[in-house]
T-cell receptor, first 114, second 113 residues
Framework: AQKITQTQPGMFVQEKEAVTLDCTYD???????LFWYKQPSSGEMIFLIY??????QNATEGRYSLNFQKARKSANLVISASQLGDSAMYFC???????????FGKGTRLHILP | NAGVTQTPKFRVLKTGQSMTLLCAQD?????MYWYRQDPGMGLRLIHY???????AKGEVPDGYNVSRLKKQNFLLGLESAAPSQTSVYFC????????????FGPGTRLTVL
């Protein structure tokens, strides 16, 4: 079974609209962390946001926020007021406490339309 | 700070040739990682290191070797390249563990003919 599932291979969104990128995860470890990374067409990987399993509040970083629903095992990334520069591939990733590794999802390609 | 740098950026090898990819970080991070990214897929961890002189296997270690002789450098070696190793290779580092933010290098695009 996949540990990280990103069900949207591609999305098209109008500029200035909010975007939600889906991520569901599978783990039985009570201690884990969830990450979102952005990969523009230039290829580099850019860290966006992190949520720990014990964090009480949803993580936020500027225009990025993480909609963490523990019972549903989902950690969706929300981008408010999207910009053309947000067009990129977005990866969700998970760290499990026991395994001490990071597992990446297959990514969602986001296209922001002018 | 340069952050994480990788050399080379591009390389083409013939089957059976060997090469070494170099990763360097100037952030005094303990942890360093090598990933590969294949088309349409996320990153997969090849090897990682939790400190100078240490290495450990990741998810897909076969066909690769690594060394961490100096804290700031993490080398990835391919002893006998195969077409299945055609991929984009990313190096990353983090301060003190997997739970910390990983900072990535720009990647190396390797093609094995």
């Amino acid at each position: 079974a996949q540990k990280i599932t990103q069900t949207q291979p591609g999305m098209f969104v109008q500029e200035k609209e909010a975007v939600t990128l889906d991520c569901t995860y599978d783990t039985s470890d009570p201690s884990y962390g969830l990450f979102w990374y952005k990969q523009p067409s230039s290829g580099e990987m850019i860290f966006l946001i992190y949520q720990g399993s014990y964090d009480q509040q949803n993580a936020t970083e500027g225009r990025y926020s993480l909609n963490f629903q523990k019972a549903r095992k989902s950690a969706n990334l929300v981008i408010s007021a999207s910009q053309l520069g947000d067009s990129a591939m977005y990866f969700c990733a998970m760290r499990e406490g026991q395994d001490d590794k990071i597992i990446f999802g297959k990514g969602t390609r986001l296209h922001i339309l002018p | 700070n340069a952050g994480v740098t990788q050399t080379p950026k591009f390389r083409v090898l013939k089957t059976g040739q060997s090469m070494t990819l170099l990763c360097a970080q100037d952030m005094n991070h303990e942890y360093m990682y090598w990933y590969r990214q294949d088309p349409g897929m996320g990153l997969r961890l090849i090897h990682y290191s939790v400190g100078e002189g240490t290495t450990a296997k990741g998810e897909v270690p076969d066909g690769y070797n690594v060394s961490r002789l100096k804290k700031q450098n993490f080398l990835l070696g391919l002893e006998s390249a195969a077409p299945s190793q055609t991929s984009v290779y990313f190096c990353a580092s983090s301060l003190s563990g997997f739970a910390d933010t990983q900072y990535f290098g720009p990647g190396t695009r390797l093609t094995v003919l």
